[in-house]
């Protein structure tokens, strides 16, 4: 009779967490909805976002998008200039969204203090000097004292250049799971920067394994589907490595699998294997191209339905998509 009773209980109780779920990924507009990228198209991160353990710590606090000296750069969401001048040698506009503040450096302004924007403005012109080897905007994205990851603003999807905008709710509740998703890492393993994996493969991005391969309820769908790839929870921006060597063979924007990558690395120990990369902000290698391992092929990124930022990788051996950890 206890086993009768408690089967409606723990449903109740699941479907009151979904609810209350719900409800909190729709109560909280604390980002901007309508976002652009500060700067025009769809600018490559070069370095992403890594925030210090400790409020005094190294680490970097935004990221860096590629650009040339004097590109426009505009504000990412509608909001009042709160800061534009000099400070420790170097350009800097701060814009106030409300809950959230945008950063943006070096820049030469054109705007000042009071100045209200809408998304897209122009701000001022990129100057030198934040990258090394060449021009780059310092993008970053403060709630309170909090430095938060910017790319959570990023219009995501994109596909040939067309956008497509991820409600601000989505984006919001994404990054409560992200928090969640690092809270878990400690108890998952993690897969070293260029660990030797089985038949020669690395891996592609050194990061904690968040969701095996395997049945799973869908955090987005809601539904029980096969979770066809293994996840690494690593943060936006950072590069995804060519596993092994081998030729693009296409590269295309999925509503589900976001911006998708696949590489034949032709018959390795007997087998044809084949590696599926999805969700990344971009690709920096085209179809055709021959890959080298340990090649960058692109960035991690949010795109398609991601419940923040990952990198989930497929593998097919002889056509037959397979767990990939079975490989690796
Ligand atoms: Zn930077
Ligand atoms: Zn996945």
Redesign the pocket.
């Known amino acids: 009779m206890g086993r009768i009773l408690r089967v409606p209980v723990l449903m109740l109780a699941a479907g009151l967490l979904l609810l209350l779920g719900a409800a909190g990924a729709r109560a909280d507009p604390e980002l901007p909805t309508r976002t652009s990228w500060p700067l025009r198209g769809v600018p490559q991160v070069l370095?992403g976002f890594d925030p210090p353990s400790t409020p005094w710590g190294a680490g970097?606090?935004?990221?860096?998008l590629a650009g040339q000296v004097g590109d426009q750069v505009l504000a990412a969401a509608a909001g009042t200039v709160t800061y534009a001048g000099m400070l420790a040698g170097r350009g800097v506009i701060v814009v106030d969204h409300g809950a959230v503040r945008t950063t943006y450096e070096p820049v030469s302004p054109s705007v000042s203090v009071g100045t209200r924007v809408a998304t897209g403005d122009p701000l001022g012109t990129l100057d030198a000097g934040?990258?090394a080897d060449q021009a780059?905007l310092?993008?970053g994205l403060i709630r309170g004292d909090t430095y938060l990851d910017p790319l959570l603003l990023a219009p995501s999807g994109q596909a040939g250049g067309s956008y497509r905008l991820v409600p601000a709710s989505e984006r919001t509740a994404a990054a409560k799971r992200a928090t969640q998703r690092q809270a878990l890492q400690q108890a998952l393993p993690t897969a070293a920067p260029g660990s030797a994996a089985a038949h020669g493969f690395s891996f592609p991005v050194a990061a904690a394994i968040t969701s095996p391969y395997g049945m799973r309820f869908h955090p987005i769908l809601h539904v029980w589907k096969l979770h066809d790839g293994t996840d690494f929870g690593a943060a936006c921006g950072t590069p995804i490595l060519a596993p092994y060597a081998g030729v693009v063979t296409q590269r295309y924007f999925n509503e589900g699998y976001g911006n998708r990558l696949m590489v034949d690395h032709g018959t390795v120990d007997g087998r044809h294997v084949v590696s599926g990369f999805n969700h990344a902000v971009s690709y920096v290698v085209d179809v055709g191209d021959h890959v080298t391992k340990g090649q960058v092929l692109g960035y991690v990124g949010q795109t398609g339905y991601a419940t923040g930022c990952h990198l989930h990788l497929m593998v097919w051996l002889d056509g037959e998509l397979v767990d990939p950890m079975s490989w690796y």
């Open positions: 370095r970097h606090r935004g990221v860096d934040h990258c780059c310092h993008w």
